[in-house]
């Protein structure tokens, strides 16, 4: 059922008004769903915290009943359908969807009725700052609207990849909605912008295995099922994200991973199912707006049909995850495993490039094929790690314990000074990236070398148990060698530089006393200089050799400060 007659409707979008060519600006759309909300009891509308922009976060509340408060909603024990708008104002198929979608919900009742007993929250614009940056080439490859919102915020950042870090007040206040909202599915809405093919709809889910647990088994072997065959029926058939650059998916592709810094792995760590949705950038704006309605209206049926289910999934996934002793770190592709798709694609050549003169990829739309091609979509554990009884997180890291707090991790501060013993990391190795990335220079292949050690806690550091809900959370952000732990962002990178040292005339007789009072030590000392030329030729490396093997090398240097009680 697609509301899109004008005439027929109440309160008409710029997207009809314009024949599926345009969107509304932020200001057109928030005046229109003002009036929708005055209009319908069915709808309500919120402030939800503060943006990068200035302007605050709106939520958008569905419910059939006209609760109007999260509360009252959660309380009335409704399934929840979170739909997540504009995280990337230049792709806003989603809003006018979701438009169309609470426009016919509030005003017609037999369409309440089929829909089904669920409720429903709309972030209409994530990325507010973004949406305000209006403009019409930013996106080069996209066929529409006319108009559009930029992809960075008001701070020019990515949306899309600070659900862990939390730079953006945008990211802040959506933690917390999300954790006050707890909903059953989660859907964000995205335009693609990879390879060309046939279909105006990819589907893109959280990696079924990484999400583990109950919850996994449900997406892979239910929900996702269901959703390709209904698409189907409604006449927008879909395929898994195409994570192919560069090429012709001809030859089958690897499933896209998600780590926590997008939104789907993020939920996954909160025992959340999540679901982007990414139209093809070449379609035409209307189609994309269609099939993205489609697509919510199929995913609230869903939530209404299976949302006691999907609650009591939810139970289970965190009582999964309270019963394992280990919790893998990394996700790696099993390619001896596949299965295989009718991918409705067109076919490619290499051409000469007008610009450079080089051969260029080229698509011919007149080519159509349909074959069968292999999605690697099944990844395996990797790097599991035993989850211990407690953090210990010392107050002075404030910025980690503030993120920790967002998302809603219970802790307590210790009321004494206190001596126990723990497991202290050492960072032995990792890598840094050349070029920053969304405010950072992200680390990674990063390696640790635990230690036992009596550890002297202060009065105010705070013990985390990882009995709680948030158990697999705590593990993936403070765990240093996972892909997405607060140290590859940078939150501990001040325990990276030494900051004492000494002068060379003063500590060669220290070090020379060090060595004859230690012979094991000038022995090894000896034995590394005979395997490594260069070593043996370089003075200061050996003084600093020894030295960092000496009482005088400080204890902070490449220490992890996060301590683990087993």
Do not use: C
């Amino acid at each position: 059922m697609l509301p899109f007659s004008l005439q027929a409707q109440k309160l008409p979008t710029r997207f009809e008004q314009s024949g599926g060519t345009q969107t509304p600006t932020y200001a057109e759309a928030m005046d229109w769903w003002r009036a929708l909300d005055k209009a319908s009891d069915k709808i309500s509308m919120q402030a939800a915290g503060p943006t990068d922009s200035g302007e605050p976060l709106h939520l958008l509340l569905y419910s059939p009943d006209g609760k109007s408060s999260i509360s009252s909603i959660k309380q009335s024990g409704k399934p929840l359908l979170l739909i997540n708008n504009a995280i990337h104002p230049g792709e806003p198929d989603g809003l006018d969807a979701s438009m169309l979608l609470l426009r016919e919900l509030a005003f017609n009742p037999q369409f309440r009725k089929e829909v089904g007993s669920v409720a429903i929250a709309v972030i209409p614009f994530y990325n507010i700052g973004g949406a305000l940056n209006r403009n019409t080439h930013s996106r080069a490859n996209q066929q529409g609207p006319e108009a559009y919102g930029f992809r960075g915020n008001a701070r020019n950042l990515d949306l899309n990849r600070d659900y862990i870090k939390l730079d953006s007040r945008n990211a802040q206040s959506f933690a917390q909605l999300f954790l006050a909202l707890k909903p059953q599915l989660y859907v964000e809405t995205h335009v693609s912008n990879g390879a060309d093919y046939q279909y105006t709809m990819t589907f893109l889910p959280t990696q079924h295995n990484k999400l583990n647990g109950p919850l996994g088994q449900y997406l892979q072997q239910e929900l996702a099922p269901q959703l390709y065959t209904q698409m189907e029926q409604e006449g927008w058939p879909m395929t898994p994200y195409v994570n192919v650059w560069g090429k012709v998916p001809d030859e089958g592709w690897v499933s896209f991973i998600d780590h926590p810094r997008y939104s789907t792995g993020f939920a996954a760590l909160h025992n959340t199912l999540g679901i982007m949705t990414e139209t093809h950038m070449l379609k035409p704006y209307e189609q994309r707006v269609k099939a993205t309605y489609q697509f919510l209206l199929i995913a609230a049926k869903a939530t209404a049909r299976d949302g006691k289910k999907l609650q009591q999934l939810q139970q289970e996934q965190q009582d999964f995850f309270a019963r394992q002793t280990e919790i893998p770190l990394h996700w790696v592709s099993d390619t001896s495993q596949h299965t295989i798709l009718n991918f409705k694609g067109y076919e490619g050549s290499m051409q000469t490039s007008e610009v450079s003169g080089l051969p260029r990829l080229s698509y011919d739309r007149t080519k159509p094929f349909e074959k069968p091609l292999r999605h690697y979509d099944t990844y395996k554990a990797a790097q599991p790690v035993q989850v211990p009884r407690f953090y210990v997180v010392p107050q002075g890291w404030w910025p980690v314990l503030e993120r920790l707090k967002a998302n809603g991790v219970a802790m307590t501060a210790l009321s004494e000074d206190t001596l126990i013993e723990g497991e202290v990391y050492r960072i032995a190795d990792f890598k840094t990236l050349e070029r920053p990335f969304e405010g950072h220079y992200l680390h990674h292949s990063i390696k640790v070398q635990p230690q036992k050690q009596q550890l002297k806690l202060r009065k105010g550091d705070f013990m985390i148990s990882t009995e709680q809900p948030a158990r697999r959370f705590i593990v993936e952000v403070l765990e240093p060698a996972a892909p997405d732990s607060y140290f590859a962002w940078n939150f501990f990178d001040t325990i990276l530089q030494q900051k004492e040292g000494f002068s060379d005339y003063v500590f060669e007789d220290v070090a020379a006393q060090l060595l004859k009072d230690n012979p094991g030590l000038r022995q090894e000392l000896e034995d590394l200089k005979k395997k490594d030329a260069a070593f043996a030729g370089d003075a200061g490396a050996q003084l600093d050799w020894v030295y960092k093997r000496s009482p005088y090398y400080e204890e902070a240097h490449l220490r992890y400060p996060i301590y683990r009680i087993l």
